[in-house]
Each structure stands twice: as structure tokens, then as C-alpha cells.
């Protein structure tokens, strides 16, 4: 839930794609690095028109194409197979540094986790990307501040965040996570500088719009009895109605 307002914005507002032709060879290209985060991204697919939305009812059923981890080969508007932490980043360099070979306008983004930056593969692809001039391509940073288990902070601290991307060579801001009209201003105005890839630091809270799940640390991977899910949704119904 802390990345269900960033997928809008981008699907809503900036992505150059077309449902009705998942495969168009000029589209821009998405990767949810944060893979375990599939039920957004697969409401936000279904929304978008990529599949019917009765479809997500078969979400992590025995054989259903909607797995816990997104599969390219399965469900369309799904770039790549994510879920390995930190493997994101360097396939979104790969397809931006493609686009850049060929002459491509199309854009790549991709959507990582905080915690998962702790893993060694995204700096050696952040480091890639600055000297290839990946103007290209957009990272987006759900900072939420938790992982499995811990804070962030208390696992193996980040900050400053917006000092290390830009000490690999990338243009950083920051922005509102849960704020719409930030989150589109931001993202349309990529690339942030010429021949820089661009980092938006998205300061988010997980389990957003449900209070007693929000920046609960438990919540990263408990599931909700009945009772919690009926008041889930009910808080989400009232939120968004405000």
C-alpha cells in the first residue's frame, strides 16, 4: 500500500503504454523490482485495462497466472520476473542502455523497495547507469522505512539516501509519496538533468490509509484476520471518499 499511489500516478500519468497492445515495440517500459509487492501491481494492470478485473480474485491461487511474484510470461503489462531483491535495478539498466543502442524515445522506470537497496547489484547498476548516461531512465525509491523484521535503519542504515544515489552520478529529488499532484509533477518532468539517470525518493508509509496496519512493522508480511480486513477496507472506502 505504500507504493499503491506512485503505480497510479505512473499508469495513470506518465507511462506511454497501451493496454490494448502490451508488447508495442515503442512503449516505455515499468519494472517492479519490489516483486513481493505484486497485488498492487496487479490491481493497477487490472485498472489500466491490461485484464479483467474478476481476474484478480484468482490472486495466489494454485496455478493462477497472478503469482506472488510477478511472471513476464504470464500476465501482460508484466516487464519482468522480479522477487530476487536488487535484480531490478540491473535489468532496468540493460533495457535503458538497449534504447540508448538503438535510438529508441522510449523511457524505462523502475519501482524498488528501500530495504532492497541494500543489496550490492543496485549500486553496481546505479554506478553503470551514470557512465552510460541513462537520461533514460527514472528509478523511484518506495522509502517507507521498513523491511521484514526491522527499520530499515536498524538492519543496515541508508541515509543520507539522496547523497549516496547523487554520489553515483544520478539527479535526486524527493518527493511526497501518498501525494498525487507531487508524485505527476515529479515524473513528468523526467529526466531531471541531461545525460543523468533520474532518482525520486518517494517518503511513503507502509500499510497507508489503514490505521492500524500503517508503519507497523508486522505488516510486512502478516495476513489479516476477517475482522481486520473488513475494517481495512472500510478505512480505505471513508479515505478515499475524502
Known amino acids: 500500500m505504500s507504493a499503491a499511489d506512485i503505480l497510479a500516478v505512473l499508469y495513470s500519468a506518465v507511462l506511454r503504454v497501451n493496454s490494448a497492445m502490451p508488447s508495442d515495440p515503442k512503449r516505455d517500459r515499468f519494472v517492479m523490482s519490489k516483486g513481493h509487492c505484486s497485488a498492487s501491481l496487479y490491481a493497477t494492470l487490472a485498472e489500466a485495462g491490461f485484464f479483467p478485473r474478476e481476474k484478480l480474485l484468482d490472486y495466489m491461487k494454485p496455478l493462477s497466472p497472478l503469482n506472488g511474484h510477478p511472471d513476464r510470461n504470464k500476465v501482460p503489462g508484466v516487464e519482468a520476473n522480479t522477487g530476487p531483491l536488487g535484480h531490478g535495478m540491473p535489468i532496468s539498466v540493460g533495457m535503458a542502455k538497449a534504447a540508448k543502442i538503438t535510438g529508441a524515445t522510449w523511457r524505462v522506470f523502475v519501482l524498488t523497495g528501500d530495504g532492497e537497496l541494500q543489496e550490492g547489484s543496485n549500486w553496481e547498476a546505479a554506478m553503470a547507469a551514470a557512465q552510460f548516461e541513462l537520461d533514460n531512465l527514472t528509478v523511484i525509491v518506495d522509502r517507507n522505512l521498513l523491511q521484514q523484521g526491522d527499520t530499515t535503519e536498524g538492519t543496515v542504515g541508508l541515509e543520507p539516501l539522496d547523497e549516496r544515489w547523487r554520489a553515483f552520478g544520478w539527479s535526486v529529488q524527493e518527493v511526497d509519496g501518498h501525494d498525487v499532484k507531487s508524485l505527476t509533477e515529479a515524473l513528468q518532468r523526467v529526466p531531471f538533468e541531461t545525460s543523468k539517470p533520474s532518482c525520486l525518493i518517494a517518503r511513503t508509509h507502509k500499510g497507508h490509509g489503514v490505521s ?30 475524502d
Do not use: K, Q
Open 212 to 241: 492500524f496496519m500503517e508503519d507497523r512493522i508486522e505488516w510486512h508480511h502478516r495476513i489479516p484476520t476477517d475482522a481486520e480486513l473488513a475494517t481495512a477496507l472500510a478505512e480505505l472506502e471513508r479515505n478515499a471518499g
